[in-house]
């Protein structure tokens, strides 16, 4: 269900595909691939997606619903 996540944090930005794709350095059919579940994240892309969000990996790969991100 990390698709699900991953289209709500970026609608919550007011973000466009195409924008998030840019910013992890892909195309937007692939990055639309992902939000659709019809294609796994990376674990190197879900970590940047992470700290561009300001949470962690586990909220966004639905393991907890602590949107706050661990501490160091």
Known sequence: MYYARLKDL?????????????LLGIDQRVYSNYETGKREIPAHLLIVLADFYG????YILGRTNNSKPYRD
């Open 10 to 22: 970026r609608s919550d930005r007011d973000m466009k595909q195409k924008e998030v794709a840019a």
């Open 55 to 58: 949470t962690s990996t586990d």
